[in-house]
């Protein structure tokens, strides 16, 4: 998995069925990320390799050539409703959106069942329980939003990530 989120999504789905390496951890910027030459032998070794696209991850491509990986790149973000910052690009950071995290756990499950059919089931009975969190996680952020009075509904950031977890929840960003 590029990042540390998609990986957390992986592992809840994959368990110990399969060995997850996270490029980017959660110490870590995707942003900023700088792959290193065992970066480089991690991608040629994998079978898969899960990104969430939308120019996310704008090292992965080059890295990926150079590896000379033959794995299968899945773009969890193909699946998903986006959010444009302006006429020609995309918010790459569509996980601000529970609902996107969702259709993400749903890919990843659908992907790792064609490469791996023997465990389907495994893997759909851990798909659905983690899907089951994550509704419960939606519904707690939409009650707990909800006691904000509606003109105290902001978000002050210094970066520009939360644009689909205040289009979802209806918060304004300051």
């Not at 994959?14 to 959660?26: M, N, P, Q, R, T």
């Not at 491509?61 to 020609?88: C, F, H, P, W």
């Not at 601000?96 to 089931?121: F, R, T």
Request: hydrophobic share 40%; charged share 25%.
């Amino acid at each position: 998995a590029t990042f540390s989120i998609l990986g957390d999504w992986v592992k809840n789905i994959a368990k110990d069925k399969a060995e997850i390496i996270i490029l980017v951890g959660a110490d870590a910027d995707t942003h900023t990320f700088e792959p290193t030459p065992q970066d480089i032998i991690t991608l040629a070794k994998a079978d898969i390799i899960f990104e969430n696209g939308l120019g996310f991850e704008h090292w992965l491509t080059d890295i990926y050539k150079a590896s000379g990986s033959q794995a299968v790149r899945i773009d969890i973000s193909s699946a998903m409703e986006l959010n444009y910052i302006d006429e020609k690009n995309v918010d790459p950071h569509v996980w601000q959106n529970v609902k996107n995290a969702i259709k993400a756990v749903e890919k990843i499950c659908e992907e790792l069942k064609k490469s791996d059919p023997e465990n389907a089931l495994f893997y759909e009975s851990n798909a659905k329980q983690y899907i089951l969190q994550l509704e419960q996680l939606d519904l707690w952020i939409v009650e707990t939003i909800s006691i904000v009075p509606i003109e105290s509904r902001k978000i002050v950031t210094s970066h520009d990530s939360f644009g689909y977890f205040a289009k979802k929840y209806g918060l304004k960003i300051v």
